[in-house]
């Protein structure tokens, strides 16, 4: 999400978010993303043939956890738009998912109810919970990109990438590896056994109508691995 300001241009949403949620607008402007992730969603499914694997994923904020109506939206968005829960990925950081353990549990308890996956973001660099990663509902924990960026020249760094990707599937999680820049990185992440991943070396931020091209390019690969596993 980026604000494209009449004066100031291309506005990044570390400038505005904190704003949004300084005025009280957070939750109306995550609700208004989260529509229109799904309305994305729904449109590349009908313009995009076959896309069975691929899922959207949406960051919430700590303001979007406590709105009492957080989850009566969501299924209600997910049900208007006919996308399948399983194929939305909400992704809170270590802070969201601490500032209220038990609301934060409840929360999640019932987003698995729905089949909509939830994702620990920017894992490895904050307050980390061993008993917070098996009170959670959580699918996948995703590397911050510092420790992806700093692997290959420090020892200690890539070892702590290492005992993150065991964790998490040790507790049957799936790894995601932020900040990828290079082929050096994407082949050691490989080596740690690391599944998924992103980062500029895969592509930079783009709108819709350029992720569209990406994703009609990948279109073949995708039938192909839909067609193989029938």
Do not use: Y
């Amino acid at each position: 999400m980026r604000w494209q300001h009449p004066e100031q241009g291309l506005i990044s949403p570390l400038k505005f978010i904190v704003a949004a949620e300084d005025t009280g607008l957070l939750v109306s402007v995550g609700q208004w993303l989260i529509l229109e992730a799904c309305k994305q969603l729904h449109a590349w499914d009908d313009e995009i043939s076959p896309l069975e694997t691929l899922s959207m994923s949406v960051n919430v904020s700590v303001k979007q956890i406590a709105d009492a109506g957080f989850v009566t939206h969501l299924e209600a968005t997910l049900r208007e738009n006919r996308v399948d829960p399983a194929r939305l990925h909400l992704e809170m950081t270590e802070g969201v998912a601490a500032a209220d353990p038990k609301l934060t549990a409840t929360v999640l308890s019932r987003l698995k109810q729905l089949r909509v996956g939830v994702v620990l973001d920017d894992f490895g660099t904050g307050n980390s919970s061993l008993s917070g990663l098996r009170q959670f509902p959580i699918e996948a924990l995703k590397i911050d990109p510092s420790l992806v960026g700093g692997m290959l020249a420090d020892r200690g760094t890539c070892e702590t990438v290492e005992l993150i990707i065991l964790l998490a599937h040790k507790l049957k999680l799936k790894v995601i590896a932020e900040g990828i820049e290079s082929a050096r990185q994407l082949d050691q992440l490989h080596t740690l056994e690391c599944e998924l991943g992103q980062g500029h070396f895969f592509s930079p931020p783009v709108e819709a109508k350029a992720a569209e091209q990406l994703l009609r390019q990948r279109a073949p690969v995708l039938h192909a691995k839909v067609a193989g596993a029938q």
